[in-house]
């Protein structure tokens, strides 16, 4: 998948300006008011869906961190394994005992 977390901020920027954009004065103005506002509810869940992912796999690695767990489910580690504590702690080790 090639979306990251900055091009979700991205989509969402676009879809304001959309909504910026929008000319009262033109012809078909409230459909398309209507038609954008949708999209952008729609977009909004979806958005909030992967956010709320991301803080899951967050909230994994830091609990492994604190527990010793010296691997995640693929799932939650991205198939990362065994799961690097750089992410938490800028340090490129792993949470097996590596010095």
Do not use: W
């Not at 967050?58 to 750089?86: C, H, N, R």
Request: proline share 5%; hydrophobic share 40%.
């Amino acid at each position: 998948m090639k979306n990251k977390a900055i091009d979700v901020h991205e989509h969402l920027m676009v879809q304001l300006e959309r909504l910026n954009e929008l000319d009262p004065k033109e012809s078909g103005f409230k459909e398309e008011l209507d038609h954008e506002i949708r999209r952008s509810e729609a977009m909004t869940k979806v958005a909030m869906t992967i956010v709320a992912n991301g803080r899951m796999v967050i909230d994994a690695f830091k609990m492994a961190k604190e527990t010793g767990l010296p691997m995640l489910p693929d799932m939650l580690a991205s198939g990362v394994q065994p799961a690097p504590t750089k992410l938490l702690t800028g340090k490129k080790r792993y949470y097996e005992d590596e010095d």
